[in-house]
């Protein structure tokens, strides 16, 4: 029981530092897991130990999320530096023509399509450069504007497939599993999207918001590309959906169609090829040390001393009712936010494997809830880099956007436990 006490503290304090943001989540993680194993009593040599298990084992525990992270940063610095992304944005807002509606649905599904595959601060940058200043020549409040471009935002990554490589590696459940789920979810972000979008216009009533937009006349860098080569973000979803195909070949083979719908010279392909790989990695560096930290909390929490001692505590939090089960998801979404621990890139990586090798709720079912609540943080979470980058921009406070979203990531991480009841409960 005191050891069962003194792993709940080490929790609680080191959640309040990634709250209060004296300390980063890329650092207290692994100091979780190494304080976690050393409170029950796991040796620190030897084969079954804090150096080996936790430190050595924890840190490549999610290599295949790594290598998935690293391709499909890889193929995003090619859409950038190509101009592939700028001219996806620039054909969306010229074929809606002088329709603001029309204009504003088809950047979210512009916006959408791009983070399938792109990914980072450096990606939300020059996607919501462009983005952005389109929506708010409409005369749009800026709150509906960041909302409207983190909600498009959250549909992509959603079905990332690079996202669902973590998840696959985290919690252990089939890559069709994640996929199926995520396109579940991936829909529910879609409907909110527009709900949320017809709200805000309807609010501004039509003589406000049915000015012309205005963007440049080149695709934001000057890159001319071809038609084609637009279709290169779905190239890997393709590959992954319809062929199954593992998800880093699909990333190889949105790269090598990349660069064979640009009809780039040989030369010309491997330079750009090769600068992409590098800044891909560089973009991406933080989410790999952070998926160490995790690797390292769960394989900590999977050791049976660790899950032995937490199992009275947490057979007493989380139900295995089906009403308990969404109830107790539901209402605790917003436990997503600042790292928490429903939050999957958070305290919630060490919550899922306990629940998961307890076999407190079904693995299924225990990712489904989390990639739920997921909604909740990857949309409307403050300490996100880019909320923060979208709340600058539109020169507001990142909490009035996570107010202005909040009423819609919930009812999604809602409508997306209630739906895993009937898929794994």
């Known amino acids: 029981m ?22 980063p989540t890329m650092l207290a993680l692994p100091i979780l897991a190494v304080g976690i194993a050393v409170i029950a009593g796991i040796p620190i040599t030897g084969e079954e130990s804090v150096l080996q298990l936790v430190l050595h084992d924890g840190a490549t525990r999610m290599s295949s999320a790594y290598a998935a992270v690293i391709f499909g940063a890889w ?9 592939i992304s700028q001219s996806i944005v620039r054909f969306a807002a010229e074929l809606g023509g002088d329709r603001p509606l029309v204009v504003t649905f088809l950047l979210a599904a512009a916006v959408a399509v791009l983070f399938t595959t792109i990914s980072g601060l450096g990606a939300v940058i020059m996607v919501g450069s462009i983005v952005l200043p389109i929506l708010l020549s409409f005369g749009l409040p800026p709150l509906a504007v960041g909302g409207t471009f983190l909600l498009s935002f959250g549909i992509g990554i959603t079905i990332n497939i690079a996202n669902w490589q973590f998840y696959v590696d985290a919690t252990g459940v089939p890559l069709q599993l994640v996929q199926t789920f995520a396109l579940t979810l991936a829909g529910f ?31 934001g860098n000057g890159k001319k590309v071809t038609k084609l080569s637009i279709l290169t973000p779905v190239v890997p979803l393709v590959m992954v959906l319809v062929f199954n195909w593992p998800i880093i070949p699909a990333f190889i083979m ?15 392909s491997i330079d750009i090829i090769t600068k992409s790989c590098y800044e891909g990695i560089s973009d991406v560096a933080p989410v790999i040390i952070l998926m160490m930290g995790i690797g390292m909390l769960i394989n900590v929490v999977f050791h049976p001393t660790v899950s032995q001692q937490l199992e009275p505590f947490l057979s007493a939090v989380i139900p295995s009712s089906t ?31 306990l629940v998961i090798s307890l076999e407190l709720l079904p693995a299924p079912a225990a990712m489904a809830a989390f990639l739920s609540t997921e909604r909740v943080q990857a949309i409307g979470d403050p300490t996100n880099t880019h909320n ?30 209630i739906t895993a009841t009937f898929f794994y409960m």
């Open 388 to 417: 923060v980058w979208v709340a600058n921009y539109i020169d507001s406070d990142v909490n009035q956007i996570l107010r202005a979203v909040m009423p819609y990531i919930w009812t999604l991480a809602a409508a997306g436990v």
């Open 75 to 83: 193929l995003g610095q090619i859409l950038t530096q190509t101009g």
């Open 323 to 353: 009403i308990g089960y969404i109830a107790f998801f539901s209402l605790l979404a917003p436990l997503a936010l600042y790292r928490g621990p429903l939050n999957m890139w958070g305290l919630g990586s060490g919550i899922v494997g």
């Open 189 to 219: 972000t879609a409907l909110a999207t527009t709900v949320f979008i017809l709200i805000q216009f309807k609010k501004e009533g039509r003589s406000k918001y049915w000015a012309k937009p205005k963007f440049s006349n080149n695709n």
């Open 2 to 23: 005191v050891n069962t006490i003194l792993i709940l503290l080490i929790f609680l304090i080191l959640a309040i530092l990634m709250f209060t943001k004296k300390l």
């Open 254 to 268: 949105g790269i090598i169609y990349s660069m064979i719908a640009l009809r780039k010279p040989i030369g010309k």
